[in-house]
């Protein structure tokens, strides 16, 4: 079972954001969580949210607890970009690409490893 969260149209970049989701990525929830609180970067706080908003779906909606979540993954996608533009030199137009950015994070339980029921118990195996 998979808990999704999504947060679209984040007004930038991803490859701002690519850096941050990188150093969090492998690490449990918990422990992310408390990297992005106190890293030192925008997009930090943005992905914080996210990462936060799975853990409490997690929690809240499939009755899951935090201690039993692991990171599948984070995926950082490039939005819309808006097209501006602003006066050049000699009377031409400079674009600016101002980037949006989609992110998805995707925890799921941790592994229970289980007894095999179905083997038959045998003098060796005792």
Request: charged share 35%; net charge positive.
């Amino acid at each position: 079972m998979e808990v999704i969260a999504y947060q679209k149209f984040i007004r930038m970049s991803p490859r701002k954001l690519r850096l941050v989701a990188d150093a969090v990525r492998s690490l449990h929830p918990s422990k992310a969580l408390v990297n992005l609180e106190f890293m030192h970067k925008r997009a930090a706080r943005v992905l914080y949210k996210v990462m936060r908003q799975a853990v409490s779906n997690a929690v809240n909606n499939q009755k899951l607890e935090e201690s039993a979540l692991k990171t599948k993954h984070i995926l950082i996608e490039e939005g819309p970009t808006y097209k501006r533009f602003r006066a050049g030199a000699r009377g031409r137009a400079r674009m600016i690409m101002k980037r949006t950015s989609h992110i998805k994070v995707v925890l799921e339980p941790k592994e229970v490893k289980k007894a095999d029921i179905n083997k038959p118990v045998t003098k060796e195996s005792k």
